[in-house]
Nanobody, 119 residues
Framework: QVQLVESGGGWVQAGDSLRLSCAAS????????MGWFRQAPGKEREIVAS????????HYADSVKGRFTISRDNAKNTIYLQMNSLQPEDTAVYYC????????????WGQGTQVTASS
């Protein structure tokens, strides 16, 4: 079955960087659009970034543009989220998700990893 496993979360001070990873298994990775989402306490889940199957097209939430970079390595079945200049408002549980290319919604999710940025 499809499994997505995130890693790399942690506690940092404002201005620091973190890199999240998401390893996928049980799927033909290159058939899936991948995304990073986050959910802060008391808030709805929001999409942070997405990346096309071949990695040539990326989209970002306005709140992270210029600070976060999504990338993928199809040979390793892994996506990454490089997060620079982290701010307290970036504190959330970050989730990796996968969407088969013709599906309207993301239908596979990881368990999440906590990112905390302290001022």
């Amino acid at each position: 079955q499809v499994q997505l496993v995130e890693s790399g979360g942690g506690w940092v001070q404002a201005g620091d960087s973190l890199r999240l990873s998401c390893a996928a298994s049980g799927m033909i990775f290159s058939n899936f659009i991948m995304g990073w989402f986050r959910q802060a306490p008391g808030k709805e889940r929001e999409i942070v970034a997405s990346i096309a199957r071949t990695g040539d097209i990326t989209h970002y939430a306005d709140s992270v543009k210029g600070r976060f970079t999504i990338s993928r390595d199809n040979a390793k079945n892994t996506i990454y989220l490089q997060m620079n200049s982290l701010q307290p408002e970036d504190t959330a549980v970050y989730y990796c998700a996968a969407k088969f290319r013709f599906d309207p919604e993301y239908n596979y999710w990881g368990q999440g990893t906590q990112v905390t940025a302290s001022s």
